[in-house]
């Protein structure tokens, strides 16, 4: 089992910038990918960013945010970052961390169905 907690939503103006936690406890040497996905009103589910632990951190982005995000991690605290840069109300969502530990994501993590664990998601709302 591997818990996932997310902080650091809110609302900011556009082009402002917020930066996402997701913190993972439990089984956490299980994890193989962390991503963040994002979710707004009456859209399906979008891939944001991604993190592999097993392959030396490697990050990879969605097109839409490619450039302004960011994602990191801080392996002693086992919490993955998401800084967003230069935001937009099309930006506006509620964001996901989902940690995959079946190995599914070992190559490509960009599909939900890739991932096992999900946090409860935070809301981000930007203001024109």
């Known amino acids: 089992q591997v818990q996932l907690v997310e902080s650091g939503g809110g609302l900011v103006q556009a082009g402002g910038s917020l930066r996402l936690s997701c913190e993972a406890s439990g089984r956490t040497f299980s994890v193989y990918t962390v991503a963040w996905f994002r979710q707004a009103p009456g859209k399906e589910r979008e891939f944001a960013a991604g993190?592999?632990?097993?392959?030396?951190?490697?990050?990879y982005y969605g097109d839409s945010v490619k450039g302004r995000f960011t994602i990191s991690r801080d392996g002693a605290k086992n919490t993955v970052y998401l800084q967003m840069n230069s935001l937009n109300s099309e930006d506006t969502a509620v964001y996901y961390c989902?940690?995959?530990?079946?190995?599914?994501?070992?190559?490509?993590?960009?599909?939900?169905?890739?991932?096992?664990?999900w946090g409860q998601g935070t809301q981000v709302t930007v203001s024109s």
């Open positions: 989902a940690a995959d530990t079946t190995g599914r994501t070992y190559y490509s993590g960009r599909y939900d169905s890739g991932y096992d664990y």
């Open positions: 993190i592999s632990w097993r392959r030396r951190d490697a990050t």
